[in-house]
């Protein structure tokens, strides 16, 4: 099951809860235009024109995750044609489409101009192309590593850990990273276990990809 597929399954239950409930009241006090809408699904509602209410989860989403959680899910179906046209629908990288997409949200300039939704799409696109490798390179679960491949991938992991013991990356960043790309794991499921949402997750493990491929750079 992929990224975007785990990111659907667990909509309806973060949409329908108290906490959903209590954040869209809290919202409306600052945009009366959300009056319009009963409870998180009304974003996805057939409006003439969405840009607004997209505008408002943009505006809030710096500082309040269940905002930027939406959005996200507002983006999906968007993100979905984005995988498809770089090739991508298939593939584990589908999880970082998704963490680029999350950090793009939550650090949108607002003074931005141009439609929120298409310059969210496009920068995730972007930033994909210019940085869509993992940093630890690990063979497929499901396929016979060569020997080769086998020792450079515990080196791989080896020195992963011992960051994680230096306290230069997180243990459980770490933890994600051996069991989605070396172990094979779904990330809902890794997610599931850490009680963590997929986006939080998927954020926290592109951000220390990123710290890794840096710092291999950084060793080069």
């Known amino acids: 099951m992929d990224a975007m597929t785990c990111l659907e399954i667990e909509w309806p239950s973060i949409a329908r809860s108290a906490r959903a409930r209590r954040a869209l009241a809290r919202w409306t006090t600052d945009y009366p235009d959300l009056d319009q809408l009963s409870s998180l699904d009304g974003f996805f509602q057939r409006y003439a024109d969405k840009r607004p209410l997209v505008r408002i989860l943009v505006e809030l989403a710096a500082e309040d995750e269940l905002a930027a959680r939406t959005l996200l899910q507002v983006m999906l179906p968007g993100l979905r044609r984005l995988s498809w046209s770089l090739g991508i629908a298939e593939s584990a990288d589908l999880g970082e489409l998704v963490s680029i997409a999350w950090i793009n949200i939550v650090e949108y300039p607002l003074h931005r101009p141009g439609a929120v939704a298409a310059n969210l799409i496009g920068d995730t696109r972007k930033q994909y192309l210019r940085d869509h490798r993992p940093a630890v390179v690990l063979f497929p679960a499901e396929s016979v590593p060569s020997p080769e491949v086998a020792v450079l991938s515990s080196l791989a992991i080896d020195h992963a850990v011992a960051l994680a013991d230096a306290g230069i990356i997180e243990p459980l960043v770490l933890r994600t990273i051996i069991r989605t790309r070396f172990l ?36 080069a």
């Open 184 to 219: 094979g794991d779904r990330l809902c499921d890794v997610a599931a276990d850490e009680d963590l949402t997929v986006s939080t997750l998927t954020q926290r493990r592109l951000k220390t990809e990123r710290k890794l491929r840096h710092l291999d750079a950084l060793a």
